[in-house]
């Protein structure tokens, strides 16, 4: 890593370069608000995932690449063995380097939005190099220092932001007096400033949309700067309410409902061999995790 770059992961950026350095292969799991996973193999990171940014199922099924069905039948044949990505490549539900080009993308804003929500620890837990993968993983993998350079490259763009009075705590909503060429052609500019409604926070809008957390911040900085969308009173949620509405509750949006981060959620230990060796317990079949109803609208292509 060039000077600098290092600093901008954090504690992440210690164990990456301690694993790259290690051949270390297992998890990392960060606490923070929300945290989320990393899994490394022979030092390399094969995916990330965060509540705080949608992974490559929601990417692929929210922006309407994939349908529930094809994703459910591809899921059935090929999640027990690994295969998951070859079962969506080989019955043409998606190409192979656009299904690359998802996983990485969803990758790199897992970490940014890790980083940009803050981390407060991390614990390491091994596990054998032939142990198992993430449904969808980005192999051989991605090193510390790329990870590093593309993190860096991000947060620099929230430097900016900041001046904006953009967080990933606002709740966009369209100025009083409409812009005239507010939505103009573009696809995703269009699918943003329908949903800023003054109650999704960006990355509300990103798992509606299925879009990455980088690329809805992104295109929301833009829009502020054009006037086509309004910060002013978005802030903070509104008084004595969670930033995260409780399920069920009156404020909550169904479509934008996030995951919340609860102890053994994760499965980690079902899939990890004990530290201390031993044969890791049969891994189960997950069921396919069920997303709100889509939303009308057009999808376009993800971004960041």
Not at 16 to 26: A, K, N, V
Not at 215 to 241: C, H, K, Q, T, Y
Not at 277 to 301: F, I, V
Request: glycine share 14%.
């Amino acid at each position: 890593m060039t000077t600098g770059e290092p600093e901008v992961l954090g504690e992440i950026g210690t164990f990456l370069l301690r694993f790259s350095r290690e051949e270390f292969s297992g998890v990392l799991r960060v606490e923070g608000g929300p945290g989320g996973t990393l899994w490394i193999r022979n030092g390399l990171v094969v995916a990330a995932a965060t509540p705080a940014a949608p992974g490559p199922e929601s990417l692929l099924l929210r922006s309407g690449r994939v349908s529930e069905k094809e994703w459910t039948d591809a899921y059935a044949a090929g999640a027990p063995s690994d295969r998951l990505a070859a079962e969506l490549a080989g019955r043409g539900v998606v190409g192979e380097a656009g299904l690359e080009a998802v996983c990485m993308a969803a990758l790199f804003d897992a970490v940014f939005a890790m980083t940009l929500y803050g981390v407060e620890s991390c614990v390491a837990e091994p596990a054998g190099p032939g142990g198992p993968l993430p449904l969808l993983p980005v192999l051989p993998g991605v090193g510390p220092e790329r990870l590093a350079r593309e993190t860096a490259r991000r947060m620099e763009h929230v430097a900016a932001w900041r001046r904006l009075d953009l967080s990933m705590r606002v709740r966009p909503v369209p100025p009083a007096v409409p812009v005239p060429t507010m939505l103009g052609s573009d696809r995703t500019r269009r699918a943003v400033l329908e949903r800023a409604n003054g109650r999704r926070t960006p990355r509300d809008i990103a798992f509606v949309l299925g879009k990455g957390l980088f690329a809805v911040m992104s295109e929301i900085a833009r829009m502020v700067e054009e006037g086509a969308l309004d910060l002013d009173g978005s802030g903070a949620a509104p008084s004595g309410a969670a930033l995260v509405p409780e399920p069920g509750g009156k404020d909550e949006d169904p479509a934008a409902r996030l995951p919340r981060r609860r102890p053994g959620t994760s499965r980690i230990n079902e899939v990890l061999a004990p530290v201390g060796g031993g044969p890791a317990p049969p891994r189960p079949l997950l069921a396919l995790r069920s997303l709100p109803p889509q939303e009308t609208g057009d999808p376009g292509p993800e971004g960041g």
